[in-house]
């Protein structure tokens, strides 16, 4: 599968999502409550659903090079704050990449709060995605990326 990285370059990702209950192998995806139950973690990682609480990964974010976070619906915004607490509350700096019903409309909000990768719909254009992530110069709003708000990453040390 190709995912859409943050710097808007597509890679050739060596993950696979695990939506079932097949036997886990190295490089697979696999949800919170499966991935608490294997013996054995290495080469594997985890994706949250939205109404998973971060709290109960915390305790393996160190160890693991990926997170992805499932947004099954467009419409479903929880992702964006999981991300969000995991970057901020948890520190997790490894890959955070989205999954799911991932569109281009979305993609300059989710590197706004941590999402280094975006494993597009099916449909979506690769090269409209690329450009949606360019789309904006400038936020005004501090996040995850950019942390500071625009007055202070613009702030010359004069007062007016």
């Known amino acids: 599968m190709n995912v859409l990285l943050a710097d808007g370059t597509f890679t050739q990702w060596r993950w696979r999502i695990v939506r079932d209950e097949a036997p886990?192998?190295?490089?697979?995806v696999l949800p919170l409550?499966?991935?608490?139950?294997l013996a054995c973690r290495d080469a594997v990682a985890l994706w949250l659903a939205p109404?998973?609480?971060p709290e109960e990964a915390a305790?393996?974010?160190?160890q693991l090079p990926l997170v992805a976070i499932d947004f099954p619906q467009f419409k479903d915004g929880r992702g964006y704050s999981l991300a969000a607490i995991l970057r901020t509350r948890y520190r997790y700096g490894g890959e955070l990449c989205a999954i799911g019903e991932v569109l281009i409309d979305q993609l300059f909000y989710l590197k706004r709060v941590?999402?280094?990768a975006f494993a597009l719909?099916?449909?979506q254009d690769p090269h409209a995605a690329r450009a949606a992530l360019a789309a904006f110069s400038q936020s005004y709003a501090g996040a995850v990326h950019?942390?500071?708000p625009h007055f202070r990453r613009n702030l010359s040390g004069a007062l007016p």
């Open 51 to 53: 109404g998973d609480r």
């Open 114 to 116: 941590g999402f280094t």
């Open 33 to 37: 409550a499966r991935y608490r139950t």
């Open 24 to 28: 886990a192998q190295p490089h697979d």
């Open 146 to 148: 950019p942390a500071l």
């Open 59 to 62: 305790a393996f974010l160190p």
């Open 121 to 123: 719909r099916a449909d």
